[in-house]
């Protein structure tokens, strides 16, 4: 059985077993496909599309793909309305970097299953700068194995922003780092750099601060490159491993 399908739900967990209580590896959102290798009770096996990424997903969450071209969420939340006027909002919401089909267009509406949503939901992203939607994540609380506005982990941030512009990576620190080839030395970091640790990683800002969704903290937070790198090794005792360049 190798099938795609979906993601009907807002969000939905990958998860590492097929248990609910099981670890949440990583998640997907509204519109994402999921291959199907394995039927198992309530869940399917199989990977994400975008990153392959293997657990098992709830199958209540998913419906089969009806293989429509998909455009991605630019918003950070666009709201679902009954009908292509104003006055039809619901109170419901899909999420930045959730992917939708166009079924019907009318005015700036467009049609995306029973519901409608904005037509300036998915304005394209035309840059190279994965840090443009950075704002969207501030204070968003640390989730393990979250990929979303609502909870996302260090690695999580680093692939959620990248997707934004279309570019795909891993979903894991430790794949991350080996991902990306171009190396970069410390007093040479600047905006967009990756810096990794075993098990970590943090997006530099500019030569003195970074951002990273932060277990500590447990929020997406700002913080000077230079005390994060003494507090992790002061705490952890863990040393930087590499700094990479994602994007030329």
């Avoid at 099938?3 to 959102?29: D, Y």
């Avoid at 209540?60 to 918003?75: G, S, V």
């Avoid at 300036?120 to 506005?149: A, V």
């Avoid at 410390?186 to 810096?195: A, C, R, T, W, Y």
Wanted: proline share 3%; aromatic share 14%.
């Amino acid at each position: 059985m190798i099938t795609n399908f979906f993601c009907k739900k807002q969000i939905s967990n990958i998860f590492k077993t097929p248990n609910k209580t099981s670890e949440r590896v990583s998640q997907l959102l509204f519109g994402e496909d999921f291959v199907v290798l394995k039927n198992n009770k309530d869940f399917y096996y199989g990977y994400s599309a975008f990153d392959k990424y293997y657990g098992y997903v709830l199958k209540k969450n998913f419906q089969e793909n009806n293989n429509k071209k998909k455009y991605r969420i630019t918003k950070q939340k666009s709201f679902l309305f009954t009908g292509p006027t104003d006055n039809q909002i619901t109170k419901k919401y899909i999420l930045f970097n959730s992917l939708v089909p166009i079924i019907e267009k009318n005015n700036n509406f467009i049609k995306i299953n029973k519901y409608w949503i904005k037509k300036n939901s998915i304005n394209k992203i035309n840059s190279n700068n994965f840090l443009k939607t950075l704002p969207f994540f501030f204070k968003t609380k640390y989730l393990w194995g979250g990929n979303s506005i609502k909870g996302i982990d260090c690695s999580g941030l680093v692939q959620e922003l990248l997707k934004s512009i279309n570019h795909k990576c891993p979903r894991d620190s430790k794949d991350q780092i080996n991902f990306f080839k171009k190396k970069i030395a410390l007093s040479k970091i600047k905006k967009g750099d990756l810096i990794f640790w075993t098990g970590h990683v943090a997006i530099a800002l500019n030569k003195k601060n970074l951002v990273h969704a932060y277990g500590p903290k447990k929020k997406v937070i700002i913080m000077p490159i230079k005390k994060t790198i003494e507090n992790l090794l002061l705490k952890n005792n863990l040393k930087i491993l590499a700094i990479k360049r994602p994007i030329s």
